[in-house]
């Protein structure tokens, strides 16, 4: 089946510096791929996505390339802010999922000190 | 303002007394879906329903119950409620499967 593996938290980083949340993930075919984001107290909130390989999701300065050959989809920013702190999911949707659920990673939660 | 509303956003219950978490959502979307997510696992689909009358299990089902009388509510039933059960559930929505989800605030549910 599908699954989702990204790694551990929390990653603590210092306001401006470069951040890599990585996500790996197994599905067969060409499955969708998502970012979602937490931020304290709230719903998750789509951040970015990609349905093809090779494909950049990009926004708020967040990006992650669809990488086939390795089957990841990594999460990057290149200058953190505080306001970015909160928990980050990988989450994929299968061809073969139809009707069924996004299947997400474990969450990686990102705390962003002044 | 497109919305998913859920509530309560936070529930203390006792084991065994039913509750319903009610989830509604004003942008006329054909698929809404419950999760619960727990620590280490991340979120696990309840039930989803491609329509009104149209539900189906996801994958973690047991304990649950979900109805679909009009588009706009899905409600989440715990018909005898048990602590592990207990749990931060969010309400989605999207119009059709594939296509972006709208997520709820969250319902933090305690069964003692």
């Known amino acids: 089946g599908n699954s989702v593996t990204q790694m551990e938290g929390p990653v603590t980083l210092s306001e401006e510096a470069f951040l890599t949340i990585n996500c790996t993930y197994t599905a067969t075919g060409y499955p969708s791929l998502f970012w979602y984001v937490q931020y304290p107290g709230e719903g998750l909130q789509l951040l970015l996505k990609a349905t093809k390989a090779d494909d950049k999701g990009s926004n708020k300065g967040f990006e992650a390339t669809y990488r086939k050959e390795t089957t990841s989809f990594h999460l990057e920013k290149g200058s953190v802010q505080v306001s970015d702190s909160a928990v980050y999911f990988c989450?994929?949707?299968?061809?073969?999922?139809?009707?069924?659920?996004?299947?997400f990673g474990s969450g990686t939660r990102l705390q962003v000190q002044p | 303002e497109a919305q998913v509303t859920q509530n309560p956003r936070y529930l203390i219950t006792v084991t065994g007394k039913k509750l319903t978490v009610t989830c509604s959502q004003n942008m006329n979307h054909e698929y809404m879906s419950w999760y619960r997510q727990d620590p280490g696992l991340g979120l696990r689909q309840i039930y989803y329903s491609m329509n009104v009358e149209v539900t189906d299990k996801g994958d973690v089902p047991e304990g649950y119950k979900v109805s679909r009388k009009e588009k706009r509510n899905f409600p989440l039933i715990l018909e005898s409620p048990s602590p592990n059960q207990t749990s931060l559930y969010f309400c989605?929505?999207?119009?059709?499967?594939?296509?972006?989800?709208?997520f709820g605030q969250g319902t933090r549910l305690t069964v003692v």
């Open positions: 989450a994929l949707r299968g061809e073969d999922t139809g009707r069924r659920a996004l299947t």
């Open positions: 989605a929505s999207s119009l059709r499967p594939r296509e972006k989800a709208f």
